[in-house]
């Protein structure tokens, strides 16, 4: 099994940019297939972005395609969520996710083996 941990959120400017960190240890992250979902107030939780195993394969919801890159490092373990242009309407918890298997359906939350704690990512006006 894997232990994720989010880091890189915070409170910025609309406008402004972020970058969140996902760290993995137990498994070896390159095993896994990575998301990242997010869950405002009162909201369900959403997808953002996918990368496969290998990073081959990158996916983004459209409300954040062309400003949010996803990447991920496997030789560190890690995951990252590039934000930019932020806007009110992405503040919101920010959860990074992994599973082992391939699936059509990577925008689900219940594809995802494992989930991180989450953190906070506020963009003020």
């Known amino acids: 099994q894997v232990h994720l941990v989010e880091s890189g959120g915070g409170l910025v400017q609309a406008g402004g940019s972020l970058r969140l960190s996902c760290t993995a240890s137990g498994d070896p992250l390159k095993d896994y297939h990575l998301g990242w979902f997010r869950q405002a107030p009162g909201k369900d939780r959403e997808f953002v972005a996918n990368?496969?195993?290998?990073?081959?394969?990158?996916d983004y919801d459209d409300s954040v395609k062309g400003r949010f890159v996803i990447s991920r490092d496997n030789r560190k373990n890690t995951g990252h969520l590039q934000m930019n242009s932020l806007t009110p309407e992405d503040s919101a918890v920010y959860y990074c996710?992994?599973?082992?298997?391939?699936?059509?359906?990577?925008?689900?939350?219940?594809?995802?083996?494992?989930w991180g704690q989450g953190t906070q990512v506020t963009v003020s006006t």
């Open positions: 990368i496969g195993a290998s990073g081959g394969f990158t």
């Open positions: 996710a992994a599973r082992l298997s391939g699936t059509t359906f990577y925008w689900r939350p219940s594809s995802y083996d494992y």
